[in-house]
């Protein structure tokens, strides 16, 4: 079954953020497909103070397979230091 990973940060200083997902994106997930992707979106909601972070997945493994990869989790580190919160939602998508 497909999954999607929602992450919202909440944050005052998107830019930051913006381009740690777009340069993470471009890098890892454009260039060099993970096994399972099926794609990403970057959104910046000024209005409400966020950024959302999305990824497609074909199935729960290949999304776990990479939320375990050491340049997933440094991306995030790096998001969380101008970030005020962070919700991070899995669902299923059909």
């Known amino acids: 079954m497909p999954v999607a990973l929602e992450i919202t940060f909440a944050t005052k200083q998107a830019d930051h953020i913006l381009t740690q997902l777009r340069a993470y994106k471009e890098r890892e997930f454009d260039r060099n497909p993970p096994r399972g ?3 990403a979106t ?3 909601h000024p209005d409400k103070g966020t ?3 999305r990824s497609e997945w ?3 493994d290949a999304l776990e397979y990479t939320r375990d990869s050491a340049p997933f989790e440094a991306c995030l580190d790096l998001c969380d230091i101008h970030a005020d919160g962070r919700d991070d939602r899995k669902m299923e998508i059909g």
């Open 51 to 53: 950024v959302v972070f």
């Open 37 to 39: 992707f099926l794609g």
């Open 58 to 60: 074909e199935d729960d």
């Open 42 to 44: 970057i959104a910046d």
